[in-house]
T-cell receptor
Framework: KNEVEQSPQNLTAQEGEFITINCSYS?????LHWLQQHPGGGIVSLFM???GKKKHGRLIATINIQEKHSSLHITASHPRDSAVYIC?????????????FGKGTKLSVKP | KAGVTQTPRYLIKTRGQQVTLSCSPI?????VSWYQQTPGQGLQFLFE???????NKGNFPGRFSGRQFSNSRSEMNVSTLELGDSALYLC????????????FGEGSRLTVL
């Protein structure tokens, strides 16, 4: 059974700062998800990645399969980036299906 | 292209009642998964359906059940509601089983009194 650790739990940044959120897991996987949840509940999938690095606009996600670690970076942060960021991995390793989630990182970006 | 639609968005029930929640996936998506989110436990996986078959199940009691129809729409049912079942229930769809990005609905917020 996989275990997921996210850090930090809470993060406050000034607009324009570079943000890093970390996710570590214990059992080897084939893919990891990064999710964003705004107040009110709606969840948006930011990335699904299995190796290397992906970039969407100001968001960059990296994964190191050997180290069982992934990072989510936000460049030039903006108040609209304020949200909870959650990583998720398959609970029993391998492929998607039964996902287990990190506790989330609550990001607040001040203008 | 319409997103994932969950109904109802909000509902209030009393202990002992049952509830049925519905999820319509994005057109063409064949996999639907369900999640429970509470302040204490965070997000937890309930079950995953693909081609009308339950493919994975999380660690929830038998009071939680679901099904998927031939048009990929899915329902989940919770019987004999308990106070602790108060939560945001989210569903997500993806193209295939174990593949692809997840697309989430807005959720159904259940309050049990």
């Amino acid at each position: 059974k996989n275990e997921v650790e996210q850090s930090p739990q809470n993060l406050t940044a000034q607009e324009g700062e570079f943000i890093t959120i970390n996710c570590s897991y214990s059992v080897g996987i084939s893919a990891l998800h990064w999710l964003q949840q705004h107040p009110g509940g709606g969840i948006v999938s930011l990335f699904m990645l299995s190796s290397g690095k992906k970039k969407h606009g100001r968001l960059i996600a990296t994964i190191n399969i050997q180290e069982k670690h992934s990072s989510l970076h936000i460049t030039a942060s903006h108040p609209r980036d304020s949200a909870v960021y959650i990583c998720a991995v398959p609970n029993y390793g391998g492929s998607q299906g039964n996902l287990i989630f990190g506790k989330g990182t609550k990001l607040s970006v001040k203008p | 292209k319409a997103g994932v639609t969950q109904t109802p968005r909000y509902l209030i029930k009393t202990r002992g009642q049952q509830v049925t929640l519905s999820c319509s996936p994005i057109s063409g998506h064949r996999s639907v998964s369900w999640y429970q989110q509470t302040p204490g436990q965070g997000l937890q996986f309930l079950f995953e359906y693909f081609s009308e078959t339950q493919r994975n199940k999380g660690n929830f009691p038998g009071r939680f059940s679901g099904r998927q129809f031939s048009n990929s729409r899915s329902e989940m049912n919770v019987s004999t509601l308990e106070l602790g079942d108060s939560a945001l229930y989210l569903c997500a769809s993806s193209l295939g089983q174990h593949t692809g990005e997840l697309f989430f609905g807005e959720g159904s917020r259940l309050t049990v009194l």
